[in-house]
């Protein structure tokens, strides 16, 4: 087994990857910018090491800076978590090429699935069912033009080589193609260095649902079920659930089979997300390919908590060449899981509302965990990402797991920045979320019945 492991990210997932690391015996060093230096994460590595400022391009996206210190504390291993470096597959090819183990995908594969129009193309070979759309980048809004004349509005603009819900927009017509093309062209220039853009037919009410793949040593890949991730605001999620509710068995099958086909025609190893969007009435459901992350994802907890596995485990055991901790085809789900991603924003207009934590109290009990990057007294910054925690509950059914996602939500206590707290109540109270038929226009809805005068002022 891998005798010591970098954890090349901060917060709650750092912590997450240190705690099955120790729990396996490795040897666990953190790195940290000079404003993370007293968070939890890196009081509980056996060894920590200041590599930078707060600004994510002098410590946690500085490649250079990440590999001297897996060189001067000896690391064995480098997991990249989620975010920052962990789908860049310039770092992880210097990772291999410095002789450490890459805790992921083959560089080869992340960089086929992180830009949009190929890893399309790549699974529409396997069979894979795509949405209508461009197969080349879009260069130019006349090209553009042409190409929505072709596929029909609406329309998704997309950045090619973006991730994360970040470059996108939807085009409902001419105008509005214009529009968006021209901000998510530059977007993707400024952000990631490419300004191709994909167009891709929109679903309006379609859920986005995604499928849990691992790329076993051996060659094998499973799928560990699917993860209902719907509840989005602006793109990105706050609330992940599995099962998936009113999906169709038959639905579910085929896209589970065709996440593993997808994943064996790539070569993928490690822990992957195939996902997808749902579309249809319930009568006639069917899917479409959306993107393939080549990482761990926000919400694996979920999964792990109904199929009873370690990810971050199998992730390990995968990167140093040895085959599963259990036989992964003889799992069977049991019962229901929800996740409630708590950031630091206010949970009306979701803006960032960082600031010292002066409460913070956690809930517990049976089927309640708490994945968590801060503690008390801690200070959330405007430098990252806004997460401070992730509440996971687990029941035997949905219905027990939202009255646990009820009670559980209530006695979490946080004072200090702004939190969306709030909003995860709202939502429980929320019909079309309680009776399982919400889609990813959920939050959208409710922001759009909610009276302006109601609203706390910001």
Known sequence: MIESVLVANRGEIARRIIRTARRLG???????????????????????????????????????????????????????????????????????????????????????????????????????????????????????IEAATAIGYPLMVKASAGGGGMGMAVADDEASLRRHYTAVSGFAERMFGEPGVLLERYYPDARHVEVQILGLADGTVVALGERNCSVQRRNQKLVEETPSPGLDQDLRERMLAAAVQAGKAVGYRNAGTVECLVYGSPEAQDFVFLEMNTRLQVEHPVTEEVWGIDLVEEQLRI????????????????????????????????????????????????????????????????????????????????????????????????????????????????????????????????????????????
């Open 26 to 144: 490795i040897r666990t060093i953190a790195v940290h910018s000079d404003v993370d230096g007293g968070l939890p994460f890196v009081g509980e590595a056996d060894e920590a090491v200041q590599i930078g400022p707060a600004a994510p391009a002098e410590s946690y996206r500085n490649a250079d800076r990440i590999l001297d210190a897996a060189r001067r504390s000896g690391a064995e291993a480098i997991h990249p978590g989620y975010g920052f470096l962990s789908e860049n597959a310039g770092f992880a090819r210097q990772v291999e090429d410095a002789g450490l183990i890459w805790v992921g995908p083959p560089p080869a594969v992340i960089e086929l699935m992180g830009d949009k129009i190929n890893a399309r193309n790549a699974v529409a070979a396997t069979g894979m069912p795509v949405a209508p759309g461009t197969a080349e980048p879009v260069s130019g809004e006349a090209a553009a």
């Open 319 to 458: 990167a140093a060449g040895q085959p599963p901790s259990v036989d992964l085809t003889a799992l069977r789900p049991r019962g229901h899981a929800l996740e409630f991603r708590v950031n630091a924003e206010d949970p009306v207009r979701f803006l960032p509302g960082p600031g010292a934590i002066t409460t913070w109290v956690e809930p517990a009990g049976e089927g309640v965990r708490v994945d968590a990057g801060y503690a008390e007294g801690a200070k959330v910054t405007p430098s990252y990402d806004s997460l401070m925690a992730k509440l996971i509950v687990h029941a035997d059914s949905r219905e027990a797991a939202l009255a646990r996602a009820r009670t559980a939500l209530a006695s979490f206590v946080i004072a200090g920045p702004k939190h969306n707290l709030p909003f995860f109540t709202e939502l429980l109270d929320e019909d079309s979320f309680v009776g399982g038929t919400y889609s990813t226009s959920v939050v959208t809805l409710m922001r759009s019945a909610r009276r302006p005068q109601t609203e706390p002022r910001i």
